[in-house]
């Protein structure tokens, strides 16, 4: 059974800055990719950023620039850095690992909060 721990969310104002964190556990396949989606209320689930075990990213076209993604592949632990919060930022972050071994699986973290706000 895989776990996803989530960490590091918060209260932050406008301009600030916030580190979350996702360690997993469990059996890990090789191929896999680790990443960070949010849920604004009333809002769709949407992807933040991703970063393959090799170290490819994609990220939304609303954080670019702003968020960074990095992973380390010995803790099967992946980052989202944060930066130039927006109040627009404001949802519930959730990570999520996709893995592939035959067929594909696909695990969520609980959720940590990320409220922008002055």
């Known amino acids: 059974q895989v776990q996803l721990v989530e960490s590091g969310g918060g209260l932050v104002q406008p301009g600030g800055a916030l580190r979350l964190s996702c360690a997993a556990s469990g059996t890990i396949f090789s191929l896999n990719v680790m990443g960070w989606y949010r849920e604004a209320p009333g809002k769709q689930r949407e992807l933040v950023a991703s970063i393959t075990k090799g170290g490819s990213t994609a990220f939304a076209d609303s954080v670019k620039g702003r968020f960074t993604i990095s992973r380390d592949n010995a803790k099967n632990t992946v980052y989202l850095q944060m930066n130039s919060l927006k109040p627009e930022d404001t949802a519930v972050y959730y990570c999520?690992?996709?893995?592939?071994?035959?067929?594909?699986?696909?695990?969520w973290g609980q959720g940590t909060q990320v409220t922008v706000s002055s």
């Open positions: 999520n690992l996709k893995m592939k071994l035959l067929r594909e699986y696909e695990y």
